[in-house]
């Protein structure tokens, strides 16, 4: 089992839809989490940090679920800028970072 | 303000060919990463370094891949000799390391491409 999954996509939305990305980890030690957005053929860059009690940045919202080990990211009023590959991502409490593969994101007119 | 610089940002070599890939983190921080991705595997950790020393260099595939940090301004990633399987984007990070977790956000730089022919 890998130690970060989440579904690869692509999801394919038009303008204004509201999309929404799950994640499953699997160390229950895990610490803090993150989401990371990569577009294409450049590096990943922080999205959002993700906190226990839920967080919203504009557009984005991030949910943490300890029990059920499980992040999500919500994008309402999708634009095309939003289009990219969003990467889920755990720390354990280490100096490490543990990456999901990402799920793609195609906005579309 | 700089981010992290890596350089070549493109390397076509061949197969059996050192390569050495080069990288700036940001002035300041104390940690330092590299990565390797491809479509099949993703994003995975290949070494990391606190304070220019190698903490754990479990991900690098075999000896063919090394890593040396001498300061706190440049590390260097080198593969000999280099194989096609190889082939892939090698990304460094850096971060400040103080301690708290929820501030463990690494920062990357554009990448290199490399393929090996």
């Known amino acids: 089992r890998k130690e970060v999954e989440q579904d690869p996509g692509p999801f394919n939305v038009p303008e204004g839809a509201t999309v929404a990305f799950n994640c499953t980890y699997s160390?229950?030690?895990?610490?803090?989490f993150f989401w990371y957005r990569q577009d294409c053929r450049k590096e990943p860059k922080l999205l959002m940090s993700v906190y226990s009690s839920g967080n919203e940045d504009g557009r984005f919202t991030a949910q943490l679920n300890r029990a059920s080990q499980y992040i999500s990211l919500l994008i309402r009023d999708s634009k095309l800028s939003d289009s990219a590959t969003y990467l889920c991502?755990?720390?354990?409490?280490?100096?490490?970072?543990?990456f999901g593969t990402g799920t793609r994101l195609q906005v579309f007119p | 303000d700089a981010g992290v610089i890596q350089s070549p940002r493109h390397e076509v070599t061949e197969m059996g060919q050192e390569v050495t890939l080069r990288c700036k983190p940001i002035?300041?921080?104390?940690?330092l990463f590299w990565y390797r991705q491809t479509m099949m595997r993703g994003l995975e950790l290949l070494i990391y370094f606190n304070n220019n020393v190698p903490i754990d260099d479990s991900g690098m595939p075999e000896d063919r891949f090394s890593a040396k940090m001498p300061n706190a301004s440049f590390s260097t990633l080198k593969i000999q000799p280099s194989e096609p399987r190889d082939s892939a984007v090698y990304f460094c990070?850096?971060?400040?390391?103080?301690?708290?977790?929820?501030?463990?956000?690494?920062?990357f730089g554009a990448g290199t491409r490399l393929s090996v022919l």
């Open positions: 990070a850096s971060r400040l390391r103080t301690g708290g977790v929820s501030k463990n956000i690494q920062y």
């Open positions: 991502v755990v720390n354990d409490n280490t100096d490490k970072l543990i």
């Open positions: 160390n229950s030690a895990s610490q803090s």
């Open positions: 002035s300041g921080h104390n940690s």
